[in-house]
């Protein structure tokens, strides 16, 4: 079965880390460009940090800069987001996607809703909760 599947999520209090993990099953995801998007109550959905397959170039959203890291381990098909000085409004259920068609981390990362909705991804997890609260 083809799927990517999320860890790492959970409760954490303001100012604390926690790590998100994106694994592969079914295919590699040496070729795919990485991307985790977050989509907050009422909130549109949003890219947060993005890396290219190519060169392992990565983007952050402006919200996340300094905070979030992006990284990959292809030997182990698994893609993480080291989230540090979490704050309240970083809560939000967190998704990664896969695709290979994009040319670059920004540009996935930067595609509004309507362009996911209507170019799409190749594959989607299902998401993880991941709430800052004290």
């Given at each position: 079965q083809?799927?990517?599947?999320?860890?790492?999520?959970?409760?954490?209090q303001p100012g604390g880390s926690l790590r998100l993990s994106c694994a592969a099953s079914g295919f590699t995801l040496d070729y795919y460009n990485i991307g985790w998007f977050r989509q907050a109550p009422g909130k549109e959905?949003?890219?947060?940090s993005c890396?290219?397959?190519s060169d392992g170039s990565t983007y952050?959203?402006?919200s996340v800069k300094g905070r979030f890291t992006i990284s990959?381990?292809?030997?182990?098909?698994t893609v993480y987001?080291?989230?540090?000085s979490l704050k309240p409004e970083d809560t939000a259920?967190?998704?990664?996607?896969?695709?290979?068609?994009?040319?670059?981390?920004?540009?996935?990362?930067?595609?509004?809703?309507?362009?996911?909705?209507?170019y799409g991804m190749d594959?989607?997890?299902k998401g993880i909760l991941v709430t800052v609260s004290s």
């Amino acid at each position: 079965q083809l799927q990517l599947v999320e860890s790492g999520g959970g409760l954490v209090q303001p100012g604390g880390s926690l790590r998100l993990s994106c694994a592969a099953s079914g295919f590699t995801l040496d070729y795919y460009n990485i991307g985790w998007f977050r989509q907050a109550p009422g909130k549109e959905r949003e890219g947060v940090s993005c890396i290219s397959s190519s060169d392992g170039s990565t983007y952050n959203a402006d919200s996340v800069k300094g905070r979030f890291t992006i990284s990959r381990d292809n030997a182990k098909n698994t893609v993480y987001l080291q989230m540090n000085s979490l704050k309240p409004e970083d809560t939000a259920v967190y998704y990664c996607a896969a695709d290979d068609r994009i040319t670059t981390a920004q540009a996935m990362c930067v595609m509004t809703t309507a362009m996911i909705d209507y170019y799409g991804m190749d594959y989607w997890g299902k998401g993880i909760l991941v709430t800052v609260s004290s």
